[in-house]
């Protein structure tokens, strides 16, 4: 994806503390162009005062008249709309409408994404104008979003595109110390079952299912070398006092079972 093409168009914004935290959420997001259709009020110290660090954002935004104005470049227009229309027209969530914006950048298109008034959002002949629509599928008992949210939920579906395939994932991050091998483990088990056995926990003349689920549970966290001995440990300290205390509950025996 290239973030350098997409511009995020603002009609006729009425409050520029929005402006200000919606230069803030592209920022967050790293999108950097910003136009502003026919602002009511801007510049404005509250638009600056809201951006945070993103003033940058602002100082470059561009300020145009009318819409014409701010479409003359662009290749790919999509514009966000919250309500049906009587013409069907092609309309995507903002996770797939996000793909089809970053492959028309990706073959080198202008992209504009159109943010409608506060109030009233953008209106039938704005929605014209536009190739694609995106509609946020809010919750029905409250589908109204503040502009800024709008704008972020839109960047971050694109900045998920940019760097979602450099994320680490739960199990391709870096761990600093490795698995325990299956050797390992299974001396663990056993050494589990003794200790359950010997405080009482598990009793072997009624095993049950105590240890499967044991097994179940230890193999789906997968420990480390580390995080094993450390749990060999606690094991070890608990035979310790066992002893200490006259031996275990139930005699001699330590084989597998569950109260």
């Known amino acids: 994806m290239r973030p350098e093409l997409i511009d995020i168009v603002l009609v006729n914004t009425s409050h520029p503390g929005n402006i200000g935290a919606v230069a803030r959420a592209m920022k967050n997001m790293g999108l950097a162009r910003l136009t502003l259709v026919a602002p009511r009020q801007y510049p404005d110290e509250r638009a600056v005062s809201r951006a945070t660090h993103a003033a940058d954002l602002l100082q470059a935004a561009r300020v145009v008249p009318d819409l014409d104005s701010a479409l003359a470049d662009a290749q790919f227009v999509v514009g966000t709309s919250a309500r049906g229309r009587r013409i069907p027209w092609p ?24 943010f409608g008034r506060e109030d009233r959002g953008l209106s039938n002949e704005e929605l014209n104008r536009c190739n694609l629509h995106l509609h946020i599928p809010s919750h029905d008992a409250y589908s109204s979003l503040n502009l800024a949210m709008a704008v972020q939920i839109v960047c971050y579906e694109l900045r998920m595109l940019a760097v979602g395939d450099s994320l680490p994932g739960a199990e391709t991050a870096e761990w600093d110390t490795p698995f325990s091998t299956q050797d390992n483990m299974e001396r663990f088990y056993a050494h ?20 499967p689920r044991l097994r179940r549970l230890y193999g789906r966290v997968r420990l480390d ?31 597998g079972g569950e109260p």
């Open 225 to 255: 070398e580390m995080e094993l001995n450390i749990l060999r440990g606690i094991l070890t300290a608990t035979d310790e006092q066992v002893e200490r205390a006259g031996g275990p509950v139930f005699g001699t025996e330590r084989a």
């Open 192 to 211: 589990l079952e003794e200790t359950l056995a010997a405080i009482g926990f598990l009793n072997p003349a009624a095993p049950r299912q105590l240890m």
């Open 91 to 114: 309309v995507q969530d903002p996770r797939r409408c996000a793909a089809r914006m970053a492959a028309a950048t990706e073959a080198g298109q202008r992209v504009a994404v159109l």
